[in-house]
């Protein structure tokens, strides 16, 4: 049985990702190391019951390393971290330590865990594989016009972006000077069950239903690439299930929309799934837009199509339907 770390796993993707990937290979075992910060709940795992959780945080050296030693593990998949923009301006120092530090921490634990020197892995540990999920935010920001590719040089913007991008380079760095297997993924924005309750999505669902202001950055022109989070899923699947080493993938959704036209889309489901009086555009409110605002983001996804032959199954409007349907009965039960 294969010992696969799972990091930040009672977070919204991590969550999402452990319950479909443990229905689709119950052969491996999955050990959850959590923090269980603001973002992580264990209620969103409620369902799984064969994998051990541990509460604890990557940047803790002397836990990463028992972990390592205590459970086997031959397969890290990384998730953890600080991620909510907002937040990053304001506390930009916990985004460096947990994005930057706690990955760094992963990586050298898994290193020594996985070899003698570098690019000499220990006798059983030759075929380990350090997994990093990313963002397409380590980019910065788009024109009218154009797509992220792999090759996109790096140009963040926030100090959330910033510690992403750190973290990336890190990841390859292990993989070229000590010879670690490292696999990548950049996504482009999800959304789904299990969100957050500060992210976009879920604010205007939950502001609309309670009767509450919808609050639209600036002038809500800002587009984004809305990613479902199951057919994330899948594409770390692929990605994690190939021999792609070094290599890194941008993960897609090919639905762009702008976030007042999004917040619209809402509405127009939530007028005919929920009615009220009055349609739910009309709670809509522009507030002063966010500093260092990216204009566009918007994925080029060929390449895992053309490697791995992944590409989404879900439209904007079915996964839009799935998530507002999900919230909902959180919100209203």
């Known amino acids: 049985m294969k010992h696969i770390l799972i990091t930040g796993g009672a977070g919204f993707i991590g969550s999402n990702f452990i319950n479909y990937f443990l229905r689709k290979y119950p052969q491996y075992f999955l050990i959850n190391l959590d923090l269980l910060t603001y973002a992580g709940d264990l209620a969103n795992l409620k369902d799984i019951e064969s994998y051990a959780f541990i509460e604890g945080n990557i940047c803790d050296e002397g836990l990463v390393k028992d972990i390592f030693a205590?459970?086997?593990?031959?397969?890290?998949?990384?998730?953890?971290?600080?991620?909510?923009?907002?937040?990053?301006?304001?506390?930009?120092?916990?985004?460096?330590?947990?994005?930057?530090?706690?990955?760094?921490?992963?990586?050298?634990?898994?290193?020594?865990?996985?070899?003698?020197?570098?690019?000499?892995?220990k006798s059983g540990k030759e075929?380990?594989?350090?997994?990093?999920?990313?963002?397409?935010?380590?980019?910065?920001?788009?024109?009218?016009?154009?797509?992220?590719?792999?090759?996109?040089?790096?140009?963040?913007?926030?100090?959330?972006?910033?510690?992403?991008?750190?973290?990336?380079?890190?990841?390859?760095?292990?993989?070229?000077?000590?010879?670690?297997?490292?696999?990548?993924?950049?996504?482009?924005?999800?959304?789904?069950?299990?969100?957050?309750?500060?992210?976009?999505?879920?604010?205007?669902?939950?502001?609309?239903?309670?009767?509450?202001?919808?609050?639209?950055?600036?002038?809500?022109?800002?587009?984004r690439d809305w990613l479902f989070v199951k057919d994330h899923c899948r594409g770390i699947d692929v990605v994690f299930h190939s021999c792609y080493f070094g290599e890194s993938f941008n993960i897609g959704g090919g639905n762009e929309k702008s976030n007042i036209e999004l917040a619209q889309m809402i509405c127009k489901v939530l007028d005919e799934k929920y009615p009220k009086e009055t349609s739910y555009k009309e709670q809509i409110t522009f507030v002063q837009d966010r500093a260092g605002h990216d204009r566009r983001y918007a994925i080029d996804f060929s390449k895992i199509h053309k490697f791995l032959d992944w590409k989404p199954s879900e439209s904007l409007e079915s996964g839009i339907a799935q998530t507002i349907d999900w919230y909902i009965h959180k919100y209203r039960g």
Not at 161 to 190: P, Q
Request: hydrophobic share 30%; aromatic share 12%; glycine share 6%.
């Open 70 to 121: 205590r459970y086997n593990i031959e397969a890290v998949i990384h998730f953890a971290a600080e991620s909510h923009v907002d937040n990053s301006i304001a506390t930009p120092s916990k985004f460096v330590q947990t994005n930057v530090n706690g990955t760094f921490n992963l990586l050298h634990n898994a290193y020594l865990s996985w070899f003698n020197a570098p690019h000499c892995p």
């Open 127 to 223: 075929n380990a594989v350090f997994h990093h999920i990313s963002t397409d935010e380590v980019y910065g920001s788009l024109g009218e016009s154009g797509y992220f590719t792999e090759s996109t040089p790096y140009a963040p913007n926030s100090p959330y972006s910033a510690s992403k991008a750190g973290s990336d380079m890190l990841v390859r760095a292990y993989f070229h000077t000590y010879g670690l297997k490292t696999l990548m993924t950049n996504c482009s924005n999800n959304y789904g069950p299990k969100q957050h309750d500060e992210k976009l999505i879920p604010t205007i669902i939950r502001n609309a239903l309670q009767g509450k202001s919808i609050p639209i950055y600036g002038d809500g022109k800002n587009v």
